[in-house]
């Protein structure tokens, strides 16, 4: 069991780094297989989303070796087209090797993945897209098997809805299919471009990356390359969030400000002053935070369903009422009866929750149940007064490096044991 140990009500200062992003770390991971060489990746975020990943291509054949922040993976020794149940089950993304895999050898054996339970998460847009492409895909006691004997082939796919993963799946598959894909209604989330930016260093042919139309020329050979992941959009509205609850200024150092282009604006109406200058952001919080316009969660550039939940933090604390819609999953307000429990007013039904701010929460032993649902947590107890206990059950370290220790060197009394 992993605990989160908070004493409450520190306000922080100082700088951090932000990690880089495990939303672009872990399909680069999964495209490195299409390329069939040795790539490098700077700037890898530590997390245990990425050593899962690392687990499925070693055991696919491929060699992976961390040195710091720089992971070394080889994918010349891929040799087995399936990934077994105990692997697919330990994170959502694991869909994505699909594509790769079958895109390399032809054929392609695994399970249903797992991932936070945010509701239900069907896989079916990643499915009918690779069967448009050539595959034949049939699913026999839980095993999804597809084969693409003839190699597959360009397509146009139209995307019922902009999901993330049947983007990146589709865009990795159609790196080495024979002729033209071309994606509508395609994700435009900045991993997506970044997932794109590593392939056609690679030599892949893709266009529109970040647009809602992608084109991909398909090619018979990629290559590896040397790739640096983007910093982490989520990891630093989730520090924005530390600091507005807890009257802080802090600088969250190497963020693309133009990937919280959504965020930003939520802060400044509670009344958070933001600095940006080269790749530095600096928020300075008032002593009392303003509730702030309804909150919409939407795909990117909207508002990020991930950041929700901290976002929803600092709500507990502004003077007023704050309205969140979140339509993207269909179970993510798991953390909302927690915060309840740190006296926090918050009422959810169906999609929508609202939160009447309160001028003090209080502190709790609570219970985490999914990664972002245990970062918002963490930030209201920042701010909660006394000592709260989290169970963490291990959701921390899926999406955040050293949570605790970072927060420690801004000043919070925090501690993950
Ligand atoms: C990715 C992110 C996750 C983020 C989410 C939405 C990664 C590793 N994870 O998840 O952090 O919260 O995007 O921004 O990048 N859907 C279907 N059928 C499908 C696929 C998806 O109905 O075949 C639905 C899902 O159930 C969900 C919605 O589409 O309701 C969005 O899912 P998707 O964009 O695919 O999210 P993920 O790629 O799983």
């Known amino acids: 069991m992993a605990e989160l140990l908070v004493e409450g009500c520190n306000r922080l200062k100082g700088e951090v780094t932000v990690q880089g992003a495990k939303n672009s770390a872990l399909p ?25 990943a690392v687990k499925i291509l070693r055991y696919l054949g491929c060699s992976a070796t961390f040195s710091g922040h720089s992971l070394v993976v080889d994918t010349k020794g891929l040799c087995c087209d ?60 839980g095993e999804i098997v597809c084969a693409a004997p003839k190699g597959l082939v360009g397509a146009n796919i139209a995307l019922a809805f902009p999901s993330v993963g049947a983007t990146e799946n589709i865009i990795i598959a159609a790196t080495r299919a024979k002729g033209t894909t071309v994606i509508t209604n395609a994700a435009r989330e900045p991993e997506i471009e970044d997932l794109c930016a590593y392939l056609n260093s690679c030599g892949a042919s893709i266009r529109g990356a970040g647009e809602g139309t992608v084109v991909i020329d398909g090619t018979d050979k990629l290559h590896g390359t040397a790739h640096t992941i983007i910093p982490d ?38 009344g958070c002053d933001i600095r940006i200058k080269d790749g530095d952001l600096t928020i300075n919080a008032p002593g009392r935070l303003r509730a702030f316009s309804t909150v919409r969660t939407t795909p990117y550039p909207g508002f990020p369903t991930d950041a ?3 976002l929803m933090a600092v709500a507990t604390l502004a003077q007023g009422t704050t309205v969140f819609v979140e339509n993207i999953f ?26 009447e701010g309160v001028r003090e929460l209080y502190s709790s032993s609570l219970q985490g149940s999914d990664l972002r649902g245990c970062a918002c947590l963490a930030v209201a107890s920042l701010a909660a007064q006394g000592k709260t206990t989290i169970d963490t059950t291990g959701y921390l370290e899926r999406g955040y490096e050293n949570f605790d220790v970072v927060l420690r060197n801004l000043g919070a009394n925090i501690k993950m044991i």
Request: aromatic share 4%; net charge positive; hydrophobic share 45%.
């Open 308 to 310: 929700q939940a901290p």
């Open 82 to 141: 399936h990934i077994p149940d105990a692997l697919m089950r330990q994170m959502r993304s694991s869909i994505v090797f699909l594509g790769a895999i079958l895109t390399r050898l032809k054929t392609a054996k695994l399970t249903f993945p797992g991932g936070c339970e945010l509701g239900a998460r069907p896989i079916d847009l990643h499915l009918d897209a690779l069967s448009r492409m050539g595959a034949t895909i049939s699913e026999k006691h």
């Open 330 to 355: 269909e179970n993510r307000y798991k953390h909302a009866s927690e915060l309840v429990r740190l006296g926090a007013k918050v009422r959810t039904e169906g999609k929508v929750a609202v939160v």
């Open 233 to 270: 959009r989520i990891v630093a509205a989730t520090l924005m969030s530390a600091a507005a609850v807890t009257g802080s200024d802090i600088t969250l150092r190497g963020v693309i400000s133009s990937h919280l282009s959504a965020v930003i604006p939520v802060f400044e109406e509670a």
């Open 28 to 52: 680069i991971l999964a495209a490195t297989v299409a390329t069939a060489d040795e790539s490098v990746l700077y700037n890898c975020p530590r997390l245990s989303d990425v050593d899962s």
